[in-house]
């Protein structure tokens, strides 16, 4: 399995930017898969994440309503589609795969499969 995320650079406040994660190896179909993110020396939280097999999403606070979470499942590819940014939002993204998903817990990765992260700055 190989998660490949792309698409992160320097954004300004009230900008956008939009990531990619290119998965090979397993079938989208078959997962939950999502989007973390991380400022060094913090917790990895998550922001989003979507069911492949009924498009059920889930977004943290932080993110609802700014963020878009979506996947082409034909192209095995997960998208973020980031609007109004705010420096807040500066961190190291990472795409996921085989998430649990709940209303309580949100997106969790308890087993499943990272991809290497995409930095994501936001000057004010």
């Known amino acids: 399995v190989q998660l490949q995320a792309s698409g992160g650079g320097l954004a300004q406040a009230g900008g956008s930017l939009r990531l990619s994660c290119a998965a090979s190896?397993?079938?989208?179909?078959?997962?939950?898969i999502g989007w973390f993110r991380q400022v060094p020396g913090e917790v990895r939280e998550w922001v989003a994440c979507?069911?492949?097999?009924?498009?059920?999403?889930y977004y943290a606070d932080s993110v609802n309503g700014r963020f878009t979470i979506s996947s082409d499942n034909a192209k095995n590819t997960l998208y973020l589609q980031m609007n109004s940014l705010k420096p807040e939002d500066t961190a190291v993204y990472y795409c996921?795969?085989?998430?649990?998903?709940?209303?309580?817990?949100?997106?969790?990765?308890?087993?499943?499969?990272w991809g290497q992260g995409t930095l994501v700055t936001v000057s004010s």
């Open positions: 996921a795969a085989d998430l649990f998903m709940s209303r309580a817990y949100g997106c969790v990765n308890y087993n499943g499969y």
């Open positions: 979507i069911s492949s097999s009924d498009g059920i999403t």
């Open positions: 190896g397993f079938t989208f179909d078959d997962y939950a």
